[in-house]
């Protein structure tokens, strides 16, 4: 044991995270998925009557893979092994563990346009705002698995 807490240890490996450049390409493929989002949220709602949540739902998908694809091969490039079957268990997982942030985000654009009155695509900012940390925390350490 190196004697370090559970905290410390947390701490180091965030620290790691944000120190080694990835947080910010990271969040340069997080624009490129908000890009995404946001068009297909707008186009759904304005033109095709889809509620803001039933919207967001399939913005987030679409942002979803697309941010897979980009990560996949800049971000966290070398991290995973290579090859179809560790891609697709990727791009699963990629799927599972942002479903978290997706849960944060929608959860927010609902409250916030619901209960605070605020229009759905400011709302829709706060929310992927709000879901970021969840998901480059849990891409980091279940999808691309960084900390071993």
């Known amino acids: ?3 370090e807490s559970s905290l410390e240890i947390v ?7 944000v120190n080694s450049g990835r947080l910010a390409q990271f969040a340069a493929v997080g624009f490129a998925g908000t890009t995404v989002d946001f068009a ?3 186009l759904l709602v304005e033109f095709h009557g889809y509620s803001p949540a039933a919207g967001k739902l399939v913005g ?4 979803i893979i697309v941010m897979f694809v980009v990560n996949e091969r800049w971000t ?3 991290w995973g092994r290579t090859g179809l079957r560790p891609t697709v268990r990727r791009l699963l997982t990629s799927n599972l563990v942002r479903t978290g942030g997706l849960v944060v985000a929608t959860t927010v654009l609902v409250l916030l346009v619901r209960y605070a009155g605020l229009s759905y695509l400011p709302a829709n900012a706060v929310g992927i705002a709000c879901g970021f940390v969840v998901n480059f925390l849990a891409e980091s350490y279940f999808t691309w698995r960084v900390h071993r």
């Open 1 to 3: 044991m190196s004697g």
């Open 40 to 42: 297909l949220l707008y």
């Open 60 to 63: 987030a998908e679409a942002a």
């Open 76 to 78: 966290f490039s070398e």
């Open 11 to 17: 701490q180091s490996r965030i620290r790691g995270l």
